[in-house]
C-alpha cells in the first residue's frame, strides 16, 4: 500500500496557515481593527528562523570549535593549508625536521579557485548563448520566439538529477554522440569524465536561469525605446548596445547571480559527469561532512562559500542600484 | 510662394493580416508647412505617420522624400525625426544625454554638442535641467526634452503623434502655441497627428481629415470648417446640424420642409443633399417672423455660450446662442443663406 497519510506536523502547518489566511481576509474586509499585518508573517518568519538563521549559527559554531567543543580556528588554517594538523602532529613527537619538510596543503583552496573558474565559465558561455536566445523570445516580429520561450520551459519540468544522468547515456563511451562519431568515420573517443563534460552539463543545466531573466527585463522593454533610437540614427546593431543592452542590465544581473551561485556550489554534476576527476568545492564540502566526517571543518568550508558569495552578490547589486534584478534598493 | 513639395505620398495602402488600414493615400506636404493628420482613432493616421517614418513598410505605394523614393528606407537613414506619443525617452540617461542621443551618432565634438544641446534646452524652457534624469520630469517637462531631442537633430520634417495627448488641457494649450511658435521660428515642416479637432484647427496649415482608411478631405482648417466636403467631416470638425435636403436649383435648398435661399451652386436640380448648419449659425428670432419655428426641449450652460435643443418638425437643431430662451418656450429659428453649406450625401461620396 502507498503511503497517502498526512504527517501530523504538515497537517497542523496547513490547517494553522489556512486559520491564518482566513483571519487575514477577515481582517482585510474590516478596516482599522488595529491588529499589524506583519504579525501574519509570523509563521513564515519563524520557519525561516528555525531552518535558515539556526542552521547558519550552528555552522558558524562547528566551523569555530573543534571536535570537543573548543573555540579554535584551526579549521580556517586547514582550509588555507590542510595538510597544518600533519605537521603540527609531526612536531607534537619531535620530529621538526620532517614536519619542516612536509608543505602546504593547498587541496582546499585549489579547489575553491577551480569552481570559481568553473562557475565562472559556465556564466560567461551561458551568458553568451543566453542572451541572444532571449533577444530573439523577446522579439515581437518573431512568431518561433514564444515557441522556443516552451522549448527552455519543458526541460526544466523534468528532474534536475534525471537530465544529468541523461548526458551520461548521450555521453558515455557507448553512448548515441559516439555511435554517431564512429557512424560517421571520426572514431569513439572518450567525452565523459573531464572538464568539458562537467562544463557542459553545468551550462545545460543553468542556462534557463540566464535566458529567463534576461527575457523577462527584455520583453518589458518598450519597443518604442528602440524605434526612437533608430529615429535618431541608430542602426540595428547601434540600437543594441546603446539601448536595448543598458537596458536589459537588471535582468543580465539577475541572469549572472542566478547561474553563478548554484555553479560554484554544485556537486552533483562534477560527480556523475566529471567521475570525480574534477573535484569542485560543494563536493568537497560534501565529502567533508560525509566521508571524512569532519562537521568542523566541513562547516568552515560551507561559511568561506557563503562569504564569497554575500561578497560577490553586494559586488553585482552595486551595478543593478535600482535592484530590478531583485535585490536591495 | 509655393514652397516646393518635401514629402509624398503615392497610392499608399496597408494591410495587416489581410485587414486594409490605409487604401490608396494620396498626399504631399509643403517645405514649412504645418499639416495634421485628423481623424478618430483607427483611422490609420498614425500608420501613415509611421510608414513616413520608416517604422512600417506599405503594403503597396511609395514614399518619396524630395523627389527621391526612400519607402524601403529604414528610419535611421531618414531625414525625419519623430515625436512619440508616449514621448519614449531612454530612461538610462539623463535629459542632457537624451538631447545628444542624436549627436553623439554623427561624430561631433563635444563643445559642439554641448553647444546645440544648451540651445535646445533654452529653446523649450527647460534650460538647467540637463543633469536631471528623465524619470523625475512631470509628463510635460518629458514632452519638452522629447521635441527637443528630436529638434537638435535638425530634421528637415519632424513627425509629431498626438504628443500633447496626455498633457491636461490647460497645458496641452499652451504647448500647442509653444509647438506652433517652434515650427515658425525654425521653418521646419511639421507632420502632425490628433484627434482634438481643435487642437488640428488652432495649429495647422493644412488639416487631412482621414477616416477608416481614406482621405476625406485636405484643406486649410477654415476652408474645413466652414466648407466640409460630407457629413463625416462636418460632424468631426466641431458641432454641427446635418439634414437631409433636396437640392431644388442653384441657390436655392429645400430642407424641414421650407425652403432657404443659400450660395451653393452647380449641384443640379431636384437633387438630394445632406445640408449642414453649425449650431453658432443658427439665430433664434420670434416665432412670428423665423424661417422655421420649434420649440426648446432643453438648455444647457457652456460657459460662453447656452446650448438649446429646438425641436421643429421631426428635426432637433442644435443651436448655439449667447441669449437663453426657456424650455418648453415657443420660437423661430432663421439662417442666413451664407451660413447653409450643402454637401454630397455620404453615400455618394464614398464613390
Known amino acids: ?329 | 510662394m509655393e514652397e516646393p513639395r518635401m514629402i509624398h505620398l503615392e497610392n499608399i495602402s496597408k494591410e495587416y493580416d489581410g485587414v486594409t488600414v490605409l487604401d490608396d493615400i494620396n498626399l504631399y506636404i509643403r517645405k514649412k508647412e504645418f499639416v495634421t493628420l485628423l481623424g478618430p482613432s483607427g483611422c490609420g493616421k498614425t500608420t501613415t505617420l509611421r510608414i513616413i517614418g520608416g517604422f512600417e513598410y506599405p503594403t503597396t505605394g511609395r514614399v518619396m522624400f524630395e523627389g527621391k523614393d526612400i519607402t524601403n528606407l529604414p528610419p535611421y537613414k531618414r531625414r525625419v525625426n519623430t515625436v512619440f506619443q508616449k514621448y519614449a525617452l531612454f530612461p538610462h540617461l539623463n535629459v542632457y544625454d537624451n538631447i545628444a542621443f542624436g549627436l553623439k551618432l554623427k561624430k561631433m565634438s563635444r563643445a559642439e554638442i554641448s553647444k546645440r544641446v544648451d540651445k535646445m534646452l533654452n529653446l523649450v524652457n527647460m534650460a538647467g535641467y540637463g543633469k536631471r534624469s528623465v524619470d523625475s520630469l512631470s509628463g510635460g517637462q518629458q514632452q519638452r526634452i522629447a521635441i527637443a531631442r528630436s529638434l537638435v537633430n535638425e530634421p528637415e520634417v519632424l513627425l509629431l503623434d498626438e504628443p500633447l495627448g496626455a498633457l491636461d488641457l490647460k497645458l496641452r494649450k499652451e504647448m500647442q502655441l509653444e509647438l506652433k511658435s517652434m515650427q515658425q521660428q525654425l521653418g521646419i515642416t511639421f507632420l502632425y497627428v490628433t484627434h482634438d479637432q481643435e487642437e488640428a484647427l488652432t495649429m495647422s496649415d493644412t488639416i487631412v481629415v482621414m477616416n477608416a482608411g481614406h482621405i476625406l478631405q485636405i484643406g486649410t482648417p477654415k476652408k474645413i470648417y466652414d466648407e466640409p466636403q460630407n457629413a463625416f467631416v462636418a460632424n468631426f470638425i466641431g458641432e454641427s446640424n446635418i439634414i437631409p435636403g433636396t437640392m431644388i436649383r442653384d441657390e436655392l435648398v429645400h430642407f424641414s420642409g421650407v425652403d432657404f435661399p443659400c450660395v451653393d451652386a452647380g449641384f443640379g436640380e431636384n437633387v438630394p443633399v445632406d445640408v449642414v448648419v453649425r449650431p453658432e449659425d443658427i439665430v433664434i428670432v420670434g416665432e412670428d417672423i423665423g424661417q422655421l419655428t420649434g420649440t426648446v426641449k432643453s438648455v444647457l450652460f457652456k460657459g460662453v455660450h447656452y446650448e438649446m435643443m429646438i425641436e421643429s418638425g421631426d428635426f432637433t437643431w442644435k443651436v448655439h446662442s449667447t441669449s437663453m430662451q426657456p424650455a418648453g418656450s415657443r420660437v423661430g429659428l432663421s439662417i442666413v443663406p451664407f451660413n447653409i453649406h450643402i454637401m454630397h450625401p455620404m453615400k455618394e461620396a464614398a464613390k
Open chain 1, 1 to 329: 500500500m502507498i503511503d497517502l497519510t498526512l504527517p501530523a506536523w504538515a497537517g497542523w502547518a496547513m490547517g494553522c496557515g489556512l486559520l491564518l489566511f482566513i483571519l487575514m481576509v477577515a481582517l482585510s474586509v474590516r478596516r482599522n481593527h488595529g491588529i499589524k499585518r506583519s504579525l501574519f508573517a509570523m509563521p513564515y518568519t519563524l520557519w525561516m528562523f528555525i531552518f535558515t538563521l539556526l542552521p547558519c549559527v550552528l555552522i558558524a559554531y562547528y566551523a569555530l570549535t573543534d571536535a570537543n567543543g573548543r573555540f579554535t580556528l584551526d579549521n580556517f588554517r586547514s582550509f588555507w593549508d590542510s595538510n597544518h594538523i600533519m605537521r603540527e602532529n609531526l612536531r607534537a613527537m619531535g620530529g621538526d625536521e620532517m614536519a619542516a619538510t612536509v608543505a602546504r596543503g593547498s587541496v582546499n583552496v585549489d579547489t575553491l579557485v577551480y569552481s570559481l573558474w568553473m562557475a565562472f565559465l559556465c556564466t560567461a558561455i551561458s551568458l553568451v548563448l543566453g542572451y541572444p536566445a532571449a533577444l530573439f523570445m523577446a522579439d515581437r516580429k518573431m512568431k518561433l520566439g514564444a515557441t522556443l520561450v516552451v522549448l527552455f520551459i519543458i526541460p526544466m519540468w523534468m528532474n534536475f538529477l534525471l537530465r544529468t544522468i541523461a548526458w551520461m547515456s548521450l555521453l558515455e563511451d557507448n553512448g548515441l554522440i559516439n555511435a554517431f562519431l564512429e557512424w560517421i568515420g571520426i572514431g569513439r573517443r572518450q567525452l565523459m569524465y573531464n572538464q568539458q563534460a562537467v562544463l557542459l552539463g553545468m551550462v545545460y543545466n543553468f542556462l534557463p536561469f540566464m535566458v529567463f531573466p534576461i527575457y523577462t527585463s527584455l520583453s518589458k522593454l518598450d519597443p518604442k525605446l528602440g524605434e526612437a533610437a533608430q529615429d535618431l540614427g541608430c542602426n540595428e546593431i547601434r540600437t543594441l548596445y546603446k539601448v536595448t543592452m543598458p537596458l536589459s542590465l537588471p535582468g543580465v544581473i539577475s541572469g549572472i547571480t542566478m547561474v553563478f551561485m548554484p555553479s560554484v556550489t554544485t556537486f552533483f554534476i562534477p560527480r556523475v559527469l566529471g567521475g570525480g576527476n574534477t573535484r569542485m568545492f560543494g563536493d568537497l564540502i560534501e565529502s567533508t561532512f560525509k566521508t571524512a566526517g569532519n562537521w568542523n571543518l566541513g562547516s568552515a568550508l560551507s561559511l568561506i562559500m557563503m562569504v564569497l558569495i554575500l561578497i560577490s552578490l553586494s559586488i553585482l547589486r552595486k551595478a543593478d542600484p535600482n535592484g530590478e534584478g531583485g535585490g536591495i534598493v
